[in-house]
């Protein structure tokens, strides 16, 4: 398979302080990878670094060349006087595609993400259905890679299920997809293999049916020990 | 485009811009209704011939200070609500994100004065004084140029200073730019190394004062200094250079 | 921004610096210029106001920043300048003794203009204050006469400011000379002169020499160089304005050496009326109080 992303021994230093500690990642096409570690282990740091938001220190950081990217933030903030189908519009001229405005386009990302009705403005949106909202914008580009963060936090139980069957549906269509949660059943549920990160550092990976303790017992006994 | 539009979007949508909007008409009011025996030149200053130069200053100076809130938490409320990380992960420069903010608020302030001359439209057309109506809309050019000034200057300086800082900065601008001439009569009092030192520093200030006077003079008919005006405009081009190339470490 | 606009916006920045440049206004300020030609159209309805050989514009006049100084000679609405350090610090509306030659120093317009809003003097109106100075002492070497032995405004106010009995009867002498300018029905002038000497004299008495030649000194000088700014004023800002500025405030004892300049005017004015041709024959040689008592013999 085609490696979409590579990461290449990849640091980050906050004012002498080393959050991201030689990092490197293979991830293929159509994979979906998990993020893995505790607070402050570094995995923010390292999807800010993929998205271009914040420099590596040192190492290299390659993306396959006509890759398109999409992302959804942890705690994303949209105007809250406009409504869902605003933002999109919204997020779609930012784009610069004219092709990506076309309302009924739009209308589709939204209906994938179980916001049919576009006529609420989102200061009367819950949590989940803002985190919905980031994910359709995250989709507007219809993107190779898609980089998630906390993709199901603050959903409801139908609103996690959705959302995981939606994952499985976009891995199905050949996206490659980047998930940091903590929410380990979900990763369990979608994600091909993973990294567990602590203090910056790879401390061990994941991968899918390869083993007999479930990814919950492994974080424990790995990230648990503190 | 969509950025720009945004941001006038929200802005209009925020209470401020009212009542501030509101405490300009208040002033343009208060001035055009009775002023009892205030003269200025020996003129009473009911004659709006006579008013016009002082309240295009004021009007002026009000709209400065409305451009100044507007603009100077714009961009760090971006970075801090991480809209940000939407816009960079597009692949947006942040030379075109920062400027686009930044002409929303322009755009947002050009709005609020016009609103403000419009208001001193309608009280002279009251006031009966309807033929200086096409003056008073070529003096709101010139208060484009005051705003735009305060609006970029603040917009560079809050890229990367926190709002506290680039509010202060920018009043303290606003108003030793709006009082340039005191400024300069006060300092020409002053004698010695201190003095020079002094006077240099208020060359780098904006002539705002210089901005409004040649409204005044516009509308008075006397002669304008273009050298005032295209030291504004050099000015804009500097903090336009300034919103594109000052860049943040982080989204 | 592409390239294309990059350089575009760069191209547009320098031609902003060059037409900077090219618009700043080098030597003599065109507001500044404009400045003497006022005084100069002022002179045509002024003339020399009966002090025979006066024209403020006789003498060169700087204009100053307070760090450098045009020095402007005025001939015919020509103006030739030159450029040069400036010769006092600071805001000053003065005259300067090069060699033979006296050259009034003003601040420059742009500075001047906030006072201007601020007390309705236009800077035109101080050049002709200054001006009279400097043809005080070319013409009638005033100042030669009578420096040594004047004391400093500041020693003179000390002594006289707290002077009770002093301050009053310089109020009553601004009173008297008041009628002339208030009272369309003032009355018998010479009477007018006669009491006001008989209370200036009385006055004398509290005073040691020093103080009253300071006075004298003080009252001629200054009082006719304000005389002559208030007829420059009324021309230039109109008869309510020179009414509420000068007349308005004349006979108001003023603490300093303002009081000087009101009561010369005074004095000035009741002379005009007394020997409307004292000026012919005046050449600062006398206190005004002299010339005033000899008309009231």
Avoid at chain 1, 152 to 160: E, P
Avoid at chain 2, 180 to 203: F, S
């Amino acid at each position: 398979m085609v490696d979409m992303l590579v990461l290449d021994n990849v640091n980050k230093e906050y004012k002498g302080t080393v959050v991201v500690n030689d990092l490197s990642l293979n991830i293929k096409k159509g994979e979906v990878f998990a993020l893995l570690g505790a607070n402050g282990a570094g995995k923010t740091t390292t999807i800010k670094m993929i998205l271009g938001l914040t420099k590596a220190s040192s190492g290299k950081i390659e993306i396959d060349n006509a890759a398109k990217i999409g992302y959804s933030p942890e705690t994303p903030y949209f105007p809250e006087y406009l409504t869902a189908m605003e933002v999109m519009n919204y997020y779609a001229g930012v784009e610069g595609d004219k092709s990506k405005k076309d309302k009924s386009y739009l209308q589709s990302l939204l209906d994938m993400t179980g916001l049919s009705d576009t006529k609420i403005k989102v200061k009367n949106y819950s949590k989940g259905m803002i985190q919905r909202l980031a994910l359709a914008q995250a989709l507007i580009s219809d993107p190779d890679i898609l980089i998630l963060d906390e993709p199901t936090a603050g959903l409801d139980a139908l609103g996690r299920k959705h959302n995981l069957e939606l994952l499985k549906r976009l891995k199905e269509q050949g996206k490659t997809i980047i998930i940091n949660s903590h929410i380990l059943h979900d990763i369990e549920a979608v994600c091909d293999r993973g990294v567990i990160m602590k203090k910056g550092k790879v401390i061990d990976t994941w991968t899918k049916d390869e083993s007999s303790e479930s990814l919950e017992d492994k974080f424990v006994r790995l990230v648990g020990e503190e | 485009m969509e950025i720009t539009l945004n941001v006038i979007r929200e802005k209009i949508r925020k209470k401020m811009l009212y009542v501030t909007t509101a405490l300009g008409i208040i002033v343009v009011a208060v001035f055009s209704t009775d002023m009892g025996s205030l003269t200025v030149g020996g003129r009473s200053i009911n004659d709006y011939h006579v008013l016009l130069p002082i309240l295009i200053n004021v009007l002026n100076f009000l709209n400065g200070a409305i451009a100044l809130a507007i603009s100077c938490s714009t961009i760090p409320l971006e970075y801090e609500r991480r809209t940000s990380h939407l816009i960079w992960s597009r692949g947006i420069s942040q030379g075109r994100y920062h400027m686009s903010l930044t002409v929303g608020n322009l755009v947002t302030s050009w709005i609020s004065g016009i609103i403000l001359y419009m208001t001193l439209g309608v009280f002279a057309v009251i006031k009966g004084y309807a033929d200086i109506l096409g003056k008073i809309a070529v003096a709101a050019v010139f208060m484009m140029l005051y705003a735009a000034i305060i609006c970029m200057l603040t917009s560079a300086l809050s890229i990367r200073i926190p709002t506290l800082f680039t509010g202060t900065i920018m009043v303290i601008i606003l108003v030793f730019g709006a009082f340039r001439n005191a400024l300069n009569l006060l300092t020409a009092t002053l004698t010695g190394i201190g003095a020079v030192v002094i006077k240099r520093a208020i060359r780098l200030i904006p002539n705002l004062a210089g901005i409004s006077t040649q409204a005044g003079n516009l509308v008075q008919e006397k002669p304008l200094n273009a050298h005032v005006i295209i030291m504004a405009l050099l000015m804009i081009w500097i903090a336009g250079l300034l919103v594109m190339i000052v860049k943040r470490e982080e989204a | 921004m592409k390239k294309g606009g990059f350089v575009l916006y760069m191209l547009l920045g320098v031609t902003l610096v060059v037409s900077g440049f090219a618009t700043t206004e080098r030597g003599l300020k065109e507001n500044d210029r404009e400045m003497l030609y006022n005084v100069a159209e002022d002179y045509e309805e002024l003339g020399d106001m009966g002090f025979k050989g006066f024209y403020p514009l006789d003498y060169k006049v700087a204009f100053s920043d307070s760090e450098k100084e045009i020095l402007v000679s005025y001939d015919e609405g020509k103006c030739n300048f030159s450029e040069r350090k400036a010769v006092y610090g600071g805001l000053v509306g003065s005259i300067y003794q090069d060699g033979d030659e006296f050259e009034v120093i003003v601040p420059e317009y742009d500075t001047w203009i906030t006072l201007e809003n601020l007390n309705d003097e236009p800077l035109s109106v101080v050049i002709w204050h200054e001006g009279f100075h400097a043809y005080q002492n070319s013409y009638h070497k005033a100042y030669e006469k009578v420096t040594s032995e004047v004391i400093s405004e500041t020693d003179l106010s000390e002594v006289v400011d707290s002077n009770i009995e002093g301050k009053k009867l310089f109020s009553e002498m601004l009173k008297v000379l008041e009628r002339i300018i208030t009272d369309e029905n003032y009355g018998n002038l010479r009477e007018i002169a006669i009491e006001y000497s008989k209370i200036a004299n009385e006055r004398r008495k509290l005073f040691g020499d020093e103080v009253n030649k300071s006075e004298d000194y003080y009252v001629m000088i200054e009082g006719t160089a304000y005389y002559v700014e208030s007829q420059a004023a009324r021309l230039e800002n109109g008869e309510k304005l020179y009414r509420d500025n000068y007349l308005g405030t004349a006979s108001k004892y003023a603490e300093g050496n303002a009081k000087y300049y009101r009561l010369g005017m005074l004095e000035c004015m009741l002379l005009d009326k007394l020997a409307p041709d004292w000026k012919d024959s005046y050449g600062f040689d006398r206190t005004l109080d002299e010339v005033i008592e000899a008309y009231t013999r």
